[in-house]
């Protein structure tokens, strides 16, 4: 019994986390409490709850439980697919926030929007992510199969789980034959990374469960007629966008010393990180890692830098700027569109020249006042231009309706 109520907090706890206003958050938290320990004690019998148990038995069981609060006579349904671990990263996050503004639209597409672990050969799951705020439970894909009324369904599938998703599910003859039993199939493919994106004969397993396969894009570069013709999709791009509204700016005299880096490796990250360390003594550097988004943000309006050894033109660099801090990036070609000036004191060719001009360049930034505020104005006109709200959600009420940027030639 122990273990029932040890588990029951826990699973509460989770499952509110998300909820700011705090008699409420206790309110429904101590509802969920009771409401765990009372179905854990029915399944007892099946579940052997007293021995140690791990997450993976434990999630699952926790699903079963919550499915039952969906809608499971809907018609139609929008289902995002995600990694199967409960961390943290831009394109997860993205994934989300899609889900919570397809969810408030659906006065157009008329779908319910449930979020699942992506089909994989291990079963792995989880129920609640935790690193930022969010009002989804995170369901298993196999349970898609409770949904017994479902006549349309999108899948969003992410761009790197498209070339293994037939002969993962495949391997459930049950699931199969779900899929290929709904009469109008729609999937989706994320294309956050370019990079991550397989080509066009390694998805075409997919045309065994529908014809109906579009793109989402995240960046301007990606999202042209060349590409649209390359994977024989329809292309849109749905542009990203973070609300930072509900954290405070502190301007950056007042912010601390300190040099924050993300986690992306690269063959000279750490000996640029070495020669910072040396030259730079008085900064203190962290890396970004194994936190909140919360907690990830208050660093950011904390700190004087930060370093993106990523993809650029991402968030790392992005909500720095709108933090009024000073970003630094090496250019890539894949993430930066070239609508935009990007000849600033805080872009590389390269890390080899990042590692010999990135002391310079912070000591610039700290002393020269009117060059770190030409730079942080130019980065946040940039992104109040390309990545506001209106075209982020712009862009989603197109993919409701059916509209795309581009449609592929000779398809």
Known sequence: MLCIMKYSKRLAYWLTCWIIVAPWRRTLRQHLFEWFVKTFVEKKAEVEIEQPITDERLFPLIQDCLIKTENLSAKKLIVMLVPEGNFMSGGIYSFFTIAKELKSLKHIHGCDVVVMTRPNVNLRTYVRQTHFRNEFIVYRFSQLCLFSELEELILFIPEESVARFHNIISFSKQIMNYIQSI??????????????????????????????????????????????????????????????????????????????????????????????????????????????????????????????????????????????????????????????????????TSYDEMKEKIVESILMYERDESLRESAIGHYVDMQNRLYSKKRYLAALERFCLNEYDFYPKNH
């Open 183 to 348: 009469g109008k199939l729609h999937i989706n493919i994320m294309n956050q990374n370019i990079l991550l994106m397989p080509e066009r004969q390694e998805f075409q397993s997919l045309y065994q469960l529908t014809s109906n396969i579009t793109q989402t894009t995240a960046h301007d570069q990606y999202c042209t007629q060349e590409f649209s013709d390359r994977y024989g999709l329809k292309t849109l791009l749905i542009p990203p966008f973070t609300d930072l509204s509900l954290y405070p700016i502190i301007p950056f005299e007042k912010k601390k010393k300190r040099i924050l880096y993300s986690p992306d490796t690269d063959v000279k990250k750490s000996e640029i990180l070495n020669k910072l360390a040396e030259e730079l003594p008085e900064y203190e550097l962290m890396e970004i890692k194994g936190m909140t988004f919360d907690y990830y943000v208050s660093l950011v309006s904390q700190s004087r830098f930060m370093i993106t050894f990523g993809e650029g033109l991402d968030g790392y660099f992005a909500q720095t700027f709108l933090m009024q801090g000073v970003a630094f990036a090496v250019y890539n070609k894949h993430f930066f569109p070239e609508s935009e000036d990007f000849n600033t004191e805080n872009i590389f």
